[in-house]
């Protein structure tokens, strides 16, 4: 069962508009909830159903109506049901943005990428994993660049060297906005902040100038960038904040990775292979794709 028909179905029966966290309390208590998968799926279903709130209430013939804009936080407003007849939108699964991800990033940076499963992990079975495993790593490989007298002697620098390689971190969402920025934001900080370059990607992402500025002040205090991915076309993407650099990865915390979940083990000895063979083998790393 989608979740818009969930909150169809909760609005219809419902004598007065309804606020988001009465909305999100009742789809819980619903007797289909076992039966939706956007919120079964997920640890905060509060966010789930502001994003759906937030799809079908706008456009010139909105499913869901909002009866007071009184207050600028969505909390306050209530939703009522203006329609049960809404548009087939196709909502992707952020697992379908990677070759979009991992061809721009090739494309803009020479980084070849990794999609990190969290299913590999050991902690699959708790929270740990999530603000643990990115989504997606990635390697610039800095030492193909030299000639062979300078790769040998750059290579004694060793593996967390920024003249020897860079490491890449992304966050992939669907949609960010003022609902889920915090949620969001803060994972890619927990996940991606080893790495020399940490990126939260986004293929929807609210373009306002008051969300942006808030963006900008997470990224000064913080460093993780934004990059808005182009699905119609991967490299007109954009940066839309850059990520800080860190001069030093995080060694401890990428011997944790490595050694709770096997595709960052791989990931990190198939960069140490290439260091030592100053050879790049395609096949260890994400297919990039030449048509969409």
Known sequence: MKLIDLIID???????????NEITELAIAHSKYSSCPELV????????????????????????????EKRDKVSFKKFYLKSKLYPNIHTLAEIELHPYLVKYVFQRFNIYSKTINALKSNYT????????????????????NLNPLFQDEV???????????????????????????TEAYFQAVSNSSWANYGYLVVEDLDMSSAFLENLTRLNNGYGIGIIKLNLSNPADSEIIIS?????????????FLSASNNNFYDFVKNTIDIIKSKKINAADFDHIKSKF
Request: aromatic share 8%; no cysteine.
């Open 155 to 181: 290579q004694k620098l060793g593996l967390f060297s920024t003249k020897v390689v860079e490491f890449h971190s992304f966050e992939l969402k669907i949609r960010i906005d003022k609902s889920n920025i």
């Open 10 to 20: 909760i609005l219809d029966v419902a004598d007065n508009p309804l606020q988001q």
């Open 41 to 68: 799926r997920v640890d905060f279903p509060a966010s789930a159903v502001a994003r759906t709130l937030s799809k079908y209430s706008v456009g010139a013939s909105p499913v869901i109506g909002i009866h007071s």
């Open 125 to 144: 079975k708790n929270k740990i994993g999530k603000w643990t495993n990115p989504d997606i790593v990635g390697i610039n490989p800095l030492i193909l």
């Open 243 to 255: 990520a800080r650099q860190r001069d030093i990865v995080d060694i401890n915390f990428m011997n």
